[in-house]
């Protein structure tokens, strides 16, 4: 069984940076694309980066593009988010596939971790 841990939430002051982090353990995710959502309070879970199995290929929300980037090495993945927003707060999601497919800017993961807080103070 797959399981997602991430790591690096917390609180904020808008503008400023936070490094979230996500290990995998069960079975090992190198070949499979892997992603970032979040959910805010009383709206649906949305898309926010995506990586491809090699790290070469990205896709972004267009709400998070020029100010967070997605990236992986051989255990973790990781999501570095600058200039945070008001808007960013949210609880943040590491997911990832069973696979290398590819569906861009998507939410058809296979495996999700169990979330990571991150509140963004205005």
């Known amino acids: 069984q797959v399981q997602l841990v991430e790591s690096g939430g917390g609180l904020v002051q808008a503008g400023g940076s936070l490094r979230l982090s996500c290990a995998a353990s069960?079975?090992?995710?190198?070949?499979?694309?892997m992603g970032w959502c979040r959910q805010a309070p009383g709206k649906e879970r949305e898309f926010v980066a995506a990586?491809?199995?090699?790290?070469?290929t990205t896709a972004y929300a267009d709400s998070v593009k020029g100010r967070f980037t997605i990236s992986r090495d051989n255990a973790k993945v990781y999501l570095q988010m600058n200039n945070l927003k008001a808007e960013d707060t949210a609880v943040y999601y590491c997911?990832?596939?069973?696979?290398?497919?590819?569906?861009?800017?998507?939410?058809?993961?296979?495996?999700w971790g169990q979330g990571t807080q991150v509140t963004v103070s205005s």
């Open positions: 990586l491809n199995w090699s790290g070469d």
């Open positions: 997911a990832g596939r069973r696979d290398s497919n590819w569906y861009g800017r998507s939410l058809r993961f296979d495996y």
């Open positions: 069960g079975r090992t995710l190198s070949s499979s694309t």
